[in-house]
Each structure stands twice: as structure tokens, then as C-alpha cells.
């Protein structure tokens, strides 16, 4: 008799629970000045504990969940940019992530909920 437990691990990923998101934004808007340089960001509304988007470059942005995914339901803050601005930062578990999305310092073992963006014109579009 073969007993399989491929299901039951000690390690389960927190889940970041899953609304609606279908935000725009105008990348040009005096709203947020830094998305007109690379490396630029903007905390925006929406997710579930908001939507940080970052500009790669002047046609790639990414927009990524706040919550962390170590402990997405954590009240003591969300992912945001360190003082750096060379990565993003939770301030409650120190987990760090780069401007991709992945992690580069736990405790967090998954990277961050990224959300599908695509622009057209000036206007930036996130959906999941």
C-alpha cells in the first residue's frame, strides 16, 4: 500500500486573496512625477492592500501587490520603496524585493503578486 502526501507539506504559501483590480493610471499625470524616469514608482490605489507600479523603461512598467506575500494579511504595513530606491521593503518582516518583483532577502519566500499591465498611449492599464 502506497500512501501519497503531495498535498500536505509543513511550508504553505500564504495567499494573497485575489480581487478585482482594473485601475489606470496616465503615466504623464503631475500625479506621479517619478514614472517619467526609469526606475520610478507610484503608490496607487486598488489590490488588496494597493498596487505599487514601477517604470522599467519608458514602454515597460510592472505593477505589483503591497501585500507581502510572507504575510499578506500583516497590519503592521505594506511593501513600499526603501530610502534607497534601489529595492522594495516590507517593514514588518524585512523582506526585500527588487524592482522586479522577486525576492532578494527573506523571510519571504515567493515574490510579490504582480498584476498585468499594458500601455497604450499615456494611459497604463493593470488588470489581473
Known amino acids: 500500500m502506497v500512501i501519497l502526501s503531495a498535498c500536505s507539506s509543513d511550508t504553505v504559501r ?52 503591497r501585500a507581502c506575500p510572507y504575510d499578506p494579511d500583516a497590519n503592521c504595513g505594506v511593501v513600499s520603496a526603501d530610502q534607497s530606491n534601489l529595492f522594495l521593503t516590507h517593514s514588518c518582516c524585512g523582506s526585500q524585493f527588487n524592482f522586479q518583483g522577486a525576492v532578494t532577502s527573506g ?22
Not at 523571510?107 to 489581473?128: C, D, E, F, H, M
Open 107 to 128: 523571510p519571504a519566500v515567493y515574490g510579490l503578486l504582480q498584476y498585468r499591465t499594458s500601455l497604450v498611449n499615456n494611459i497604463l492599464y493593470i488588470t489581473n
Open 14 to 65: 500564504p495567499g494573497v486573496p485575489n480581487v478585482p483590480v482594473n485601475e489606470q493610471i496616465s503615466v504623464n499625470s503631475l500625479q506621479y512625477p517619478m514614472l517619467r524616469q526609469d526606475g520610478g514608482y507610484a503608490y496607487i490605489q486598488g489590490g488588496y492592500r494597493g498596487i505599487i507600479v514601477v517604470r522599467q523603461n519608458a514602454s515597460t512598467y510592472y505593477a505589483f501587490e
